[in-house]
């Protein structure tokens, strides 16, 4: 440990060797389920990682508040609202956040008390018995959200759940490529899912991240881009 607490406060080669051991300790440590770790996460204190935090957060925002307000957008549904860091940058005339962690909504509902043009709910994919009652927006939205869909059956059920609940546009940000999975990560093609799944949506535009990932500055870049989807009928 002394060694490993020397090398990563030399600059650069302190920065990859940090990432090397992250990495290392998520593929090897075991990995207890996706609603599990997200829920222990923020009971923990922790938050939605750095993709909501910084430059990145802002990038997000400047992206989406423009598509809202060119579009005409007026309500959006978000699956994954986090701990609401993203949100409070957003600027929609009414806005439904969803998240399989209580803890999460529960921040979020004290986060924006008071703020009647919002509400969250739980997000409980394969409940039969959950409501499910959240109805359905001009624009699905989804920010960092499918690569942390380790389990192939949260994955499907998401994304179908997501584009049944928009009427006019999905916004995915996220990779889009396939990585075996890294303890909380598994990178997907899912574009190739909705290719297969969902033909009455075409993919319209796709905006590349100002802040591509680099693994010596990993809390300010991100592997994700956005990708907007229209529905055709």
Not at 87 to 95: F, M, N, P, V
Request: charged share 25%.
């Amino acid at each position: 440990m002394r060694i490993r607490a020397t090398i990563v406060k030399i600059p650069v080669i302190g920065q990859t060797a940090r990432s090397i051991y992250v990495g290392l300790r998520r593929r090897f440590r075991k990995f207890s389920g996706s609603q599990t770790y997200w829920e222990k996460r923020y009971a923990r204190g922790g938050n939605s990682g750095v993709g909501s935090y910084g430059r990145l957060r802002e990038f997000k925002a400047d992206v989406i508040n423009s598509f809202v307000r060119e579009r005409g957008i007026t309500s959006v549904i978000e699956f994954g609202c986090g701990d609401g860091s993203q949100l409070s940058l957003a600027k929609y005339t009414e806005y439904t956040g969803l998240d399989v962690s209580p803890t999460a909504i529960k921040l979020c509902q004290e986060k924006f008390a008071g703020d009647t043009s919002k509400k969250f709910s739980l997000f409980e994919p394969g409940n039969p018995s959950a409501k499910n009652d959240w109805g359905r927006a001009d624009l699905g939205l989804s920010l960092d959200v499918v690569y942390h869909l380790v389990e192939d059956e949260a994955f499907e059920e998401y994304m179908k759940v997501l584009f049944s609940a928009a009427k006019k546009y999905v916004i995915i940000y996220s990779s889009d490529y396939d990585e075996s999975q890294s303890y909380h990560v598994k990178h997907r093609k899912f574009t190739r899912w909705i290719n297969q799944n969902a033909a009455d949506w075409q993919l319209v535009q796709k905006i590349d991240n100002i802040y591509p990932y680099n693994a010596t500055n990993a809390e300010n870049t991100s592997w994700s881009n956005f990708y907007i989807f229209r529905k055709t009928r």
